[in-house]
């Protein structure tokens, strides 16, 4: 084929008739590259579309900086090691993200660190391979972000509440949170640890009432307290709650609580071993108090997080160490609701010393990786 001037233009008209083989070259793009392509004609468009649509992985970013905080001159312009790693591989990544879970150092996002000795703690998968080994970071910066994009069978809301939120069961019906048949865990975190006095106390207070609420056959229900929220629109300067819920019938989810009795590598690990979830979990959170660590396992680092990779290699682990915990041990996995009554910890939903996993399965594929790295040119900790 040629055109006017004698040029051969068989490679633009495939790419411009032959629907197979565009959908095939455009697979190759990111998400970013996608919508650009989107915008060239119709048919790239729909293949593009179509791409998008089939792409339905949870991705994840992490970043850890290995620098120590009494090297760093804090100031409020520097960056994370995180949102620079955010800003760079949202370039790249597969799918086109609806909801962001994002957790980060609050001595860094929002005031400068009080002390050398204020720990920076987090969890994280550290590498490109979910089969990589989680870290307990407890005094490195470090972070991490969920991305979920719109996934059939899988709906991912979230809300905010003031310390004075009044609980009713017409709001939490219209949160989604009552009355949702499909309703299989509830992410709920209580913020503003970081404020001293009555009002902090008030918040974890409303976070305990609310989780009470929502306490139901079904539903796995885990979290804890941190300092601050920053959400799209404002940064939440008194305490208050977010609540994370989860729902859909491609939704599998289970909870176990590690209370204070469990002090070894072993008990943990036999107590992860006994949860035996099928399908392998797409990914896993682990919220557990501050007084946990490297402390209470004498001196052990990565206790809690090398057990749960010895039992679930194959699964991504987030979470950060908080100010108590929300969680009990649950199986809904199989849509058959499992309490475990082992002892009376178990019947409680607000904790201290303790650590609540919560397993969430997605359908196929599974999460994959969109970035890791280890970020040592950092200017902030």
């Known amino acids: ?33 996608l919508l650009s392509a989107a915008c060239v004609c119709h048919l790239w468009r729909a293949a593009s579309m179509r791409i998008l649509h089939s792409r339905q992985v949870v991705e994840w970013v992490s970043a850890i900086a290995d620098q120590g905080m009494e090297s760093v001159n804090w100031s409020a312009s520097d960056d994370l090691a995180l949102t620079r790693v955010l800003a760079q591989r949202l370039q790249t990544v597969q799918a086109v993200p609806r909801f962001v879970f994002y957790v980060a150092d609050s001595e860094h996002c929002f005031q400068p660190p009080r002390s050398h000795d204020r720990q920076a703690r987090k969890k994280v998968t550290p590498e490109d391979d979910p089969k990589c080994r989680p870290l307990e970071l407890e005094k490195e910066e470090g972070g991490f972000a969920l991305l979920f994009p719109e996934m059939e069978g899988v709906r ?126 797409t990914l896993a959170l682990m919220f557990s108090c501050v007084g946990r660590g490297q402390t209470y396992y004498n001196r052990l680092f990565n206790v809690e997080a090398d057990a749960f990779h010895s039992v679930y290699p194959k699964t991504p682990l987030f979470g950060f160490f908080g100010n108590g915990e929300f969680g009990r041990s649950r199986d809904v996995w199989n849509l058959q609701d499992t309490l475990s009554s082992k002892d009376g910890s178990s019947q409680k939903l607000s904790h201290s010393f303790t650590t609540a996993f919560v397993f969430l ?12 790295i280890n970020d040592n040119q950092q200017t902030t900790n």
Not at 1 to 20: I, K, L, P, Q
Not at 222 to 251: H, M, N, R
Not at 254 to 271: G, H, I, R, T
């Open 156 to 281: 991912v809301k979230s809300f905010t509440f003031s310390r004075d939120f009044l609980i009713t069961t017409e709001k939490l019906q219209q949160m989604g949170l009552l009355g949702e048949p499909e309703l299989r865990a509830v992410l709920l975190f209580g913020f503003g640890s970081a404020i001293s006095g009555a009002g902090s106390l008030r918040a974890w207070r409303k976070c305990s009432q609310l989780a009470s609420f929502l306490d139901r056959p079904g539903v796995i229900l885990a979290g804890g307290q941190v300092d601050q929220l920053l959400s799209p629109s404002k940064l939440f300067g008194e305490a208050g709650g977010l609540c994370i819920s989860i729902s859909g019938p491609a939704v599998r989810a289970a909870s176990l609580l590690l209370d204070s009795d469990v002090s070894s590598f072993e008990q943990a690990k036999s107590q992860l071993r006994g949860t035996a979830l099928e399908p392998t979990p």
């Open 1 to 33: 084929m040629y055109n006017m001037e004698g040029r051969n233009d068989a490679g633009a008209f495939v790419m411009s008739y032959m629907t197979e083989i565009v959908e095939g070259v455009l697979s190759y793009l990111s998400a970013k590259q």
């Open 361 to 372: 399965h997605f359908g196929e594929p599974a999460l994959t990786a969109s970035s890791t």
